[in-house]
């Protein structure tokens, strides 16, 4: 049996003003919180794979908490809401915005993609990161959206039952695969918002 760690760890808090979409946005993280910041370090594993999804708020989070040669997965980005990205909720088109919230895991913004299209694209990411790296402790500092479809993936989850499970910013999420030559990888959550 080989067993693969991945340590999710969400990003800062964004600088960006409140109310905005950031999704895909090259804004930057909020460091401030230098406890923190110190704590979230201090519960990472040594000698571990380091990830990114290469947006400026995690890649800048990663080399606060320790990050060394941090590799960017584009696969690990946050949700891609295309036209809306840096656009307020409170500014969107109503009828635009109604029609997203009416059936918000199947359908996506404007050139963007829906739920089910990011909890499909993380989980082929993690399954073919689990079988490159396997054995090792993974890191990888990424968004609610991502750590919220490693889960599913993880628990075999819904949609919509993925979007209820909440991600505090600076929070660490563990999730296992235990790969085994006859039955394959079998996943386990070990810890939510640690």
């Given at each position: 049996m080989?067993?693969t760690?991945?340590?999710w760890v969400?990003?800062?808090?964004?600088?960006g003003?409140p109310?905005i979409?950031h999704g895909?946005?090259?804004?930057?993280?909020d460091?401030?919180?230098q406890?923190?910041v110190?704590?979230?370090?201090a519960s990472l594993?040594?000698d571990?794979?380091?990830l990114?999804s290469?947006?400026p708020?995690?890649?800048?989070?990663a080399?606060a908490?320790?990050?060394?040669?941090?590799?960017?997965v584009?696969g690990l980005?946050?949700?891609?809401?295309?036209?809306?990205?840096?656009?307020?909720w409170?500014?969107m088109?109503?009828d635009?915005?109604?029609?997203?919230w009416e059936?918000y895991?199947?359908?996506?913004p404007?050139?963007?993609?829906?739920?089910?299209?990011?909890m499909?694209?993380v989980s082929e990411t993690?399954a073919?990161l689990?079988?490159e790296?396997?054995g090792?402790?993974?890191?990888?500092?990424a968004?609610?959206?991502t750590?919220?479809?490693a889960?599913a993936?993880?628990?075999n989850?819904?949609?919509?039952?993925a979007?209820?499970i909440?991600?505090?910013?600076l929070?660490?999420?563990?999730?296992?695969c235990?790969y085994?030559?006859?039955?394959?990888?079998?996943?386990?959550?070990m810890?939510?918002n640690l």
């Amino acid at each position: 049996m080989i067993t693969t760690r991945w340590w999710w760890v969400r990003h800062a808090p964004s600088a960006g003003s409140p109310g905005i979409i950031h999704g895909q946005d090259d804004v930057d993280a909020d460091l401030s919180d230098q406890a923190a910041v110190e704590a979230r370090r201090a519960s990472l594993p040594q000698d571990a794979v380091w990830l990114t999804s290469g947006l400026p708020r995690t890649v800048q989070t990663a080399a606060a908490v320790g990050g060394i040669d941090c590799r960017a997965v584009p696969g690990l980005m946050e949700q891609n809401f295309g036209e809306w990205n840096g656009k307020a909720w409170d500014t969107m088109d109503k009828d635009e915005a109604r029609a997203f919230w009416e059936d918000y895991t199947t359908e996506a913004p404007p050139g963007g993609e829906s739920v089910v299209h990011l909890m499909e694209r993380v989980s082929e990411t993690v399954a073919e990161l689990t079988l490159e790296y396997q054995g090792r402790d993974i890191i990888a500092v990424a968004h609610a959206g991502t750590i919220r479809s490693a889960v599913a993936m993880a628990l075999n989850l819904f949609a919509k039952s993925a979007l209820s499970i909440h991600l505090d910013t600076l929070s660490l999420t563990r999730i296992d695969c235990l790969y085994d030559e006859d039955d394959g990888p079998n996943w386990r959550v070990m810890g939510l918002n640690l």
